[in-house]
């Protein structure tokens, strides 16, 4: 640790006891004292492609910007030691820039009660007029990406690698996941988007994406306020669905699917061969339900039965358990 930001501290502790002004004055300075900043620049040659890859235990915000340069910001406040490693070239689709960027944290007991060591995302600024763009997470990565206008964007996510999508327009978006958490949410647009997960859970939330595919292994999906064609697939795990308009399948080999909200998808399929069916609707009116369950009970709006009818039934749900329950509460007008 720097021994000027060590007294710095002390003598904003020792000013604690006199005056806060005094005290402040001296914080104020042990944190401008720790404060490090990290740029790195790669100058792209063309616009076709771009591999980015992240390592480290870093946490990263992805972002596109004016320019022809692939730019790395962060600013540190803190007294552990950061280390970036960079490097951009040629490769044999496009270009490539490989970032790894590492601190260890300064555990020191003072340092933690006065709430002084911490550091900021490491920012990565990509052309906006790259058409391409694939970036790899590396194992246990915690990234956020947003700010993005691409053509096509690649998603590829190693063991133990988070993310989160935000305010994203693509033309396409594919996502391929190993056990880590897919979260999108608010202005994520795109004509089509897969996410491909082994074991983690999805959660989208608000988005406007004509056409959505989520293919999980082991994990559970979750889905809010998602409009256009949706097809969810899992082989173990449950599936929600909060408000959704368009045609929506869902399908569990084993798992349970709940349907909550009162904005209702034009067409939904929802089948499970292991698992319940459940959810309560608002406001029901203009909808049809017909229900099956092989071995199992069906109960709609408090009755026992396998079909229900309401209005134009313009919105339409089919619902299908082989091995389980099928219950639909809400409020009904009849």
């Not at 951009?88 to 820039?97: H, I, L, P, Y």
């Not at 906006?128 to 206008?149: A, E, F, R």
């Not at 996410?195 to 983690?200: E, L, R, V």
């Amino acid at each position: 640790m720097k021994k000027r930001t060590i007294l710095f501290l002390l003598l904003a502790i020792s000013m604690m006891g006199v005056g806060a002004v005094g005290s402040i004055y001296y914080y104020q300075q042990a944190h401008k004292a720790m404060r490090t900043s990290v740029s790195k620049e790669y100058t792209m040659k063309q616009q076709e492609h771009l591999d980015l890859y992240l390592a480290g235990n870093a946490r990263y915000s992805v972002q596109t910007t004016s320019g022809n340069q692939v730019k790395l910001n962060s600013d540190t406040y803190t007294t552990s030691k950061v280390s970036v490693d960079w490097q951009g070239q040629k490769n044999d689709t496009g270009e490539e820039v490989t970032v790894k960027a590492d601190w260890q944290r300064n555990d020191q007991p003072f340092l933690i009660l006065a709430n002084m060591d911490y550091h900021s995302d490491i920012t990565i600024s990509i052309p906006d007029t790259v058409k391409n763009v694939t970036l790899h997470l590396g194992n246990g990565q915690y990234s956020y990406i947003g700010d993005m206008k691409t053509s096509n964007l690649a998603i590829k996510a190693d063991k133990n690698a988070h993310f989160s999508l935000g305010n994203i327009n693509s033309e396409t978006i594919d996502v391929t996941s190993q056990d880590g958490s897919v979260i999108a949410y608010g202005d994520v647009a795109a004509k089509e988007m897969t996410i491909t997960s082994a074991a983690g859970t999805v959660d989208l939330s608000d988005l406007a994406v004509q056409q959505l595919t989520v293919t999980s292994t082991s994990g559970s999906v979750n889905l809010n306020d998602l409009r256009g064609s949706i097809n969810v697939q899992t082989e173990s795990g449950d599936i929600s669905l909060n408000d959704g308009r368009g045609t929506v399948t869902l399908n569990s080999r084993s798992g349970n699917i709940s349907l909550n909200g009162d904005d209702f998808p034009e067409k939904l399929q929802a089948t499970t061969d292991n698992g319940d069916i459940t959810g309560y609707l608002e406001d029901v009116q203009n909808i049809s339900i017909k229900a099956a369950a092989e071995v199992g009970d069906v109960s709609l709006f408090q009755e026992d039965r396998t079909s229900y009818t309401n209005g134009s039934a313009k919105h339409q749900m089919e619902l299908q358990t082989k091995l389980g329950d099928i219950q639909l509460d809400g409020y009904t007008a009849d």
